[in-house]
């Protein structure tokens, strides 16, 4: 009878059916190292240490809201949106955005995208964002002949900041105990108004950020799964609809 293989090679790769929509809630508080870890490092200076910044940022594939949460520590102006219904006020597949709506619509993108879409959400963000766009995936993000070409060789990302601690996800949920053998990372770029083009990728490593950036709250119960819409609520499609706010 064979084994079980739980070596490490295989247990970091998270298999998802075509039809899956990928769903692994970001604790919030690998959301807060970005901005305290590196956004804010004075050798990065991507974000102002400011109480809040009115800058506008989009989370385009929200879930939950749990990266939200921590958006809105950050920005007055954070809008949100996802492909199914997590409760959210905004429904809107992002890959399906015309440009011609959001050209530099936004000074910041900073998402945890579906594995599979990860590098259309990022070619996607680029002409959208003024400031930053970031991207939380698996460090094997950085692997791909096809990606290289494709993303990696014209538009090389400004830092990849690597977590030196596991940061747990599961599918669906938001787990205080989950544990994983999967390794992640902040993939970020400038935006257009940097003018000077990335030609040399920064690797950063994220010290350890848990038990400083963990909140008791953070584990809320919160809506996981797509439901339905009650009766009568009408789903906004449009990012820059003027009936609902940002959820």
């Given amino acids: 009878m064979n084994a079980q293989n739980t070596t490490h090679a295989v247990m970091s790769q998270r298999h998802e059916d075509s039809d899956s929509l990928d769903y692994f809630p970001t604790p919030p508080w690998a959301t807060r190292a970005l901005f305290w870890q590196v956004l804010m490092q004075p050798q990065f200076a991507l974000f102002p240490r400011i109480e809040k910044s009115d800058d506008r940022c989009l989370e385009p594939a929200c879930g939950g809201g749990h990266m939200v949460k921590v958006l809105r520590e950050h920005f007055s102006k954070v809008e949100s949106c996802d492909i199914a219904d997590y409760g959210q006020d905004r429904i809107q597949d992002f890959l399906a955005l015309e440009y011609s709506q959001v050209i530099g619509a936004y000074d910041y993108i900073i998402t945890n995208p579906p594995f599979n879409l990860a590098e259309e959400f990022v070619r996607k963000a680029l002409p959208m964002t003024r400031k930053c766009v970031a991207i939380f995936a ?27 601690e596991r940061v747990p996800i599961v599918k669906g949920r938001l787990s205080a105990t989950a544990s994983t053998a999967t390794s992640y990372a902040w993939f970020i770029w400038n935006g257009t108004q940097h003018s000077d083009k990335t030609t040399e990728t920064k690797l950063f490593w994220i010290p350890p950020s848990r038990r400083i950036y963990e909140k008791p709250n953070d584990y809320e119960e919160r809506v996981e799964t797509p439901h339905s819409r009650p009766t009568g609520h009408a789903p906004q499609t449009d990012l820059f609809g003027k009936t609902e706010g940002d959820i």
Wanted: net charge positive; hydrophobic share 35%; no cysteine.
């Fill in 138 to 164: 698996r460090t094997q993000f950085m692997e791909s002949i096809g990606r290289y070409e494709r993303l990696f060789k014209p538009n090389p990302p400004a830092i990849i900041a690597q977590f030196s």
